[in-house]
C-alpha cells in the first residue's frame, strides 16, 4: 500500500489549454479516492499523470513518499485497468492474467499460484479456460481487475471500468469492485463522471471541474456542506436548489422543501413562493418541478406522501434555516458561517 500525492500538478496541451491546473492532493493510505467531474475537467489526465502515461508540464507525483514524477509507468508499482479492459482476444482468461506475470519472467509454478490466487478473490475461477469473447462484460472487468491484481501493485488506478456494463450489471459491479478494495486494502484512484459510483463507493470524492479540484471529502461532507455552487448543483439528483435572495444564493437540497405550516416564515424556517410546473412519479418518490420567481426548484417526497399539488398552481412550501446554505452571488463560493438576510 502507498500514499499517492500530487504536487502544483499541471498539463498545458497546445494552445495555452490548462486541462490539470495546479492540483495538490494527497490520498490516505489504502484509500478510495475517486475523482469526479464532468466530460473534459482533467480528471483522466490527472490520473494518466499519476500512472505515468501522460509526462505533466510542471509539478510532481510522489507514490509512497518517493518522486516518481519522471518514471515510467513499470517504474511506479501501479496497475492500470481502463474502459475498454484492454484483454487479448486470442488469450484464455488465465493467459490473459497471467501476461504481465510472464512478461516479467516469473517462473510458472508463481504464475499459477498468482493467478488462481487473483482469479478466487474475483469470483473468476471457472472461467480461466475460457475466451474473453465468451464472458460478459461484467466478467471481462473482474478478468481486468484479476490481471492488475497479480502484479502486486501499490496503487490501483481505474479509469471509468464500469462504464461499459448496462445500469443494472454497474450496481452489482459497484459492490463487488468496492468488496475486492476493501479485501486486498489497495490504494485505489477511480475516476468516474458518474456521481452515484463516486457517492456509493468512495472513501473520499475529489471535485473537478476545468482542471481543478473544487473540494475534497467524504460523500456526506460533499453531499451536505457543497464548497461552492458547482459542487451544490453537481452532486444531487436533482441537484440543489439556489435562490437568488439579497445579493446572495440561498442553497437548499429538493428533499428539504416541503409544504410550509402555516405562520412557519420566521420560526426556524424560511417559505417561498412555488409556482408548480410538473409532477413525476418515480416509484419511490415524487418530485415537484417549478419556480421560485425566475429561478427554477425542484421538491422530492417519498412516494406515499400526502401531497396534493396542481401543476400551473402556485404553493408555499418551507424550508428549514438550517438546510440552507449561503454562496456568493458572483464567484459562486461558500460562505460559511454567515446568517443569511432573508
Not at 396542481?310 to 458572483?330: C, H, I, M, N, S
Amino acid at each position: 500500500m502507498a500514499v499517492v500525492e500530487t504536487r502544483e500538478l499541471t498539463k498545458h496541451f497546445a494552445g495555452g489549454v490548462a486541462a490539470v491546473d495546479g492540483i495538490d492532493l494527497a490520498s490516505t493510505d489504502g484509500e478510495f479516492l475517486v475523482l469526479l467531474g464532468p466530460s473534459g475537467c482533467g480528471k483522466t489526465t490527472l490520473l494518466r499523470m499519476i500512472g505515468g502515461l501522460e509526462p505533466p508540464t510542471s509539478g510532481d507525483v510522489l507514490i509512497g513518499g518517493r518522486v516518481v514524477t519522471h518514471l515510467p509507468p513499470r517504474a511506479r508499482q501501479i496497475a492500470m485497468v481502463f474502459q475498454s479492459y484492454a484483454l487479448y482476444p486470442h488469450m484464455s482468461v488465465y493467459n490473459n492474467i497471467a501476461f504481465p506475470l510472464k512478461a516479467q519472467k516469473v517462473d510458472k509454478a508463481t504464475q499459477q499460484q498468482k493467478v488462481q490466487w487473483a482469479a478466487s478473490i474475483l469470483g473468476i475461477d471457472q472461467l480461466l479456460k475460457r475466451k474473453p469473447r465468451q464472458l460478459s462484460g461484467g466478467q471481462r472487468q473482474r478478468v481486468a481487475l484479476a490481471r492488475a491484481l497479480v502484479r502486486d501493485p501499490n496503487v490501483f488506478l481505474l479509469d471509468e471500468p464500469l462504464s461499459n456494463l448496462d445500469a443494472q450489471r454497474r450496481a452489482s459491479a459497484r459492490d463487488e469492485l468496492q468488496q475486492f478494495q476493501r479485501r486486498v486494502g489497495t490504494t485505489t484512484i477511480y475516476v468516474t463522471h458518474d456521481q452515484v459510483e463516486a457517492m456509493g463507493m468512495g472513501d473520499r470524492i475529489a471535485v473537478i471541474d476545468r482542471g481543478r479540484v473544487r473540494q475534497l471529502g467524504t460523500p456526506r461532507e460533499i453531499y451536505d456542506d457543497p464548497a461552492d455552487t458547482f459542487v451544490a448543483t453537481f452532486l444531487g439528483s436533482p441537484p440543489m436548489n439556489l435562490v437568488p435572495r439579497n445579493g446572495h444564493l440561498l442553497g437548499f437540497r429538493p428533499e428539504h422543501f416541503v409544504p410550509a405550516e402555516p405562520g412557519a416564515s420566521g420560526a426556524g424556517s424560511v417559505t417561498f413562493p412555488f409556482h408548480v410546473h410538473r409532477e413525476e412519479y418515480l416509484g419511490v418518490e415524487r418530485l415537484l418541478y417549478g419556480e421560485i420567481g425566475e429561478a427554477k426548484a425542484v421538491a422530492r417526497f417519498p412516494a406515499g406522501a400526502p401531497l396534493a399539488a396542481t401543476p400551473g398552481e402556485t404553493y408555499e412550501f418551507a424550508v428549514q434555516t438550517k438546510e440552507l446554505k449561503v454562496f456568493d452571488r458572483e464567484s459562486g463560493l461558500r460562505r460559511h458561517g454567515e446568517v443569511p438576510r432573508l
